[in-house]
C-alpha cells in the first residue's frame, strides 16, 4: 500500500516538469498504476480493522474521507494558483506534500495484523479456487452493472448539452463529490444495520432512475438534482460494496479478492465508455463546431451556431458545409450577432441590438476577419475556436490580436498557452515577432516559458 502512493506521489514531478502532452500522459499512467497498487491492499486493511458489524460504517467513512479529498484538494490548488501567479508548476510541485505525509503516516503509524505462521506457503496464483459460489456470483453481478456504466464525463457533456454554461460544470461536479462524500457514511450505518444487499440494490434502482432522468432532462435546474442523486447513488453502492464483500471471502485471500473485485470492475468499465463514446460520438462531433456555413462557401460566419463544449475544435476551411448538414435545435445551439455579439434568435436578419444586418455583414468580411473579431467574443468558448482556426490557417495578420487577446483575458492560463500555440505555427513575420515581444510582458509564468521555447527554437 505505501508503494502504491509512493508511486502516485511520484508522478507529480513529471507533471511539473512536463515540456509536452506525452509527458503529462506518463504521469496520469505512473498515477493510475500506483492506484492499481495501493488500492486491493488498503481495502484488505480496512476489512481487517473493522468489527465486523460495521464493515458498512468503515468502509463508508473511508469513501467519505476520499470523496472530500477531491474536493479540498482542487479548492486548495485554486487557492495556490492564485497566489503563485497562475504558475502551474509550482502548485504541482507543491501537490507532493500531501502525498509525501500520507506515505510517511502509512509507513509509522499504520500496523497490520500479522499473519499465522504456516510451514509451507503456495506461489501466488491467480485463480478463482479460493472463492465460492457467492463471490463468483456477486463479481459477475457487479461487472454486468458496471458495463451499463461509463465515465462521468458523458454525463457531463449531457449537462452542456442541455444547456449547462461550462463555467457551472466545475461547482455542478463540486456538488455532486459533496453529496457523494456526506452519504457515505450515513449509507454505511443503514447498510450496517437494515442489510448490505438492500442498500446494495436501492443505490442500483437509483442508478437506472439517474439515467433516465439524463436521457429525458431537458432543464438546467434538473440537472443538479440529477448529479446529487448521482452522488447519492455513489454513497450508497462504493463502500457498501466492499463492505458486502468482505463478509463472503476466505480471511486469507482478502487483498487477492479486492483485487479481483478492482479489477473486474475496471476491465468492465472500459468498453462501457468505449461504446458510450461511439454512440455519442455524432453529437460530439457537432457540439464542439463553434464556426458554420451559412452559405455553403466554407466557414462562411463568425459564430452563426454555438454549442458550450469544453474543447472546441478547428474548422475545417476546405470543407463546405451545407446547410442541411447539421441541424441544430434551441435547445443546444445560442445564436450571436457578429458584429456586437448580442444573442439573437436567427443567424439572419437585422440584429435587435446593433442594427447591423448580419448577413450582410459576414458577406463583407473575409473568413479570417471573422475569426479575428471572434476574439473579442465574451464566451471563452468561442474565442478557443477561433484562436485554434486561426492557428490552423497561418493567419500573419492575425498574429498581434491574439497577443492582445491572451493579455486581456490574462487569467485565462489555458486560452493563453493555445494563443502561443497558435502563434508558433505562424511564418516568421515582424508581426509574429511583435506579438511574440508583447506575451513576454504576460503575467503568468507559463505563458511567458511557452513563448521563450519559441523564440529559442531553431527555424
Not at 159 to 164: D, F, L
Request: aromatic content about 12%; overall charge positive; proline content about 5%.
Amino acid at each position: 500500500m505505501a508503494a502504491g502512493y509512493a508511486i502516485s506521489t511520484l508522478s507529480r514531478p513529471l507533471v511539473a516538469l512536463a515540456s509536452g502532452w506525452h509527458q503529462v500522459l506518463g504521469s496520469r499512467f505512473m498515477d493510475r498504476f500506483g492506484k492499481g497498487v495501493r488500492t486491493a491492499p488498503r481495502d484488505a486493511i480496512i476489512s481487517e480493522s473493522a468489527d465486523r458489524r460495521f464493515l458498512g460504517r468503515a468502509f463508508g467513512f473511508h469513501r467519505s474521507m476520499d470523496t472530500m479529498g477531491a474536493v479540498v484538494g482542487p479548492a486548495l490548488a485554486f487557492f495556490f494558483l492564485g497566489i503563485f501567479s497562475n504558475d502551474y508548476r509550482k502548485v504541482f510541485w507543491l501537490s507532493m506534500v500531501p502525498g509525501i505525509l500520507a506515505v510517511l503516516l502509512i509507513v509509522f503509524f499504520i500496523a497490520e495484523k500479522k499473519a499465522r505462521a504456516v510451514e509451507h506457503v503456495d506461489r501466488p496464483k491467480l485463480t478463482l479456487r479460493h472463492f465460492d459460489g457467492r463471490f463468483r456470483w456477486f463479481l459477475l453481478v457487479v461487472t454486468i452493472f458496471a458495463l451499463g456504466n461509463s465515465s462521468d464525463v458523458f454525463l457531463v457533456l449531457r449537462a452542456q448539452q442541455v444547456g449547462m454554461p461550462p463555467v457551472t460544470i466545475p461547482l455542478v461536479y463540486l456538488f455532486f463529490n459533496l453529496v457523494y462524500s456526506l452519504t457515505s457514511v450515513i449509507a454505511g450505518v443503514a447498510a450496517d444495520r437494515f442489510g448490505r444487499k438492500r442498500i446494495i440494490i436501492s443505490g442500483f434502482l437509483l442508478f437506472t432512475l439517474v439515467y433516465y432522468g439524463f436521457a429525458t432532462v431537458g432543464h438546467t435546474r434538473v440537472i443538479w438534482l440529477l448529479f446529487g442523486l448521482y452522488g447519492l447513488f455513489m454513497g450508497l453502492t462504493e463502500g457498501v460494496q466492499k463492505a458486502f464483500l468482505t463478509t463472503i471471502i476466505p480471511a486469507d485471500f482478502k487483498a487477492t479478492a479486492f483485487g479481483v473485485y478492482n479489477t473486474a470492475i475496471g476491465l468492465a468499465m472500459f468498453p462501457a465508455s468505449l461504446v458510450w463514446g461511439m454512440a455519442l460520438g455524432p453529437y460530439l462531433a457537432r457540439s464542439h463546431i463553434l464556426f458554420r456555413d451559412d452559405d455553403g462557401s466554407g466557414g462562411n460566419g463568425t459564430v452563426s451556431g454555438f454549442h458550450h463544449a469544453t474543447r472546441p475544435q478547428p474548422i475545417n476551411v476546405n470543407a463546405p458545409m451545407s446547410e442541411g448538414s447539421w441541424t441544430p435545435t434551441r435547445s443546444t445551439v445560442q445564436f450571436f450577432c457578429p458584429n456586437c455579439f448580442h444573442e439573437v434568435g436567427s443567424p439572419h436578419g437585422k440584429c435587435p441590438a446593433c442594427g447591423v444586418d448580419m448577413d450582410t455583414w459576414q458577406r463583407r468580411h473575409s473568413y479570417t476577419e471573422r475569426l479575428i473579431h471572434a476574439l473579442n467574443h465574451p464566451i471563452s468558448e468561442v474565442r478557443m475556436g477561433a484562436i485554434i482556426s486561426l492557428g490552423h490557417q497561418k493567419a500573419v495578420s492575425a498574429a498581434v490580436p491574439l497577443a492582445q487577446c491572451a493579455m486581456r483575458h490574462a487569467k485565462d492560463i489555458v486560452q493563453g498557452l493555445e494563443i502561443v500555440r497558435s502563434l508558433s505555427k505562424l511564418p516568421n513575420s515582424p508581426e509574429r515577432n511583435k506579438a511574440l515581444a508583447m506575451l513576454r510582458q504576460h503575467p503568468a509564468r507559463a505563458i511567458q516559458e511557452a513563448v521563450f521555447k519559441i523564440a529559442t527554437a531553431p527555424d
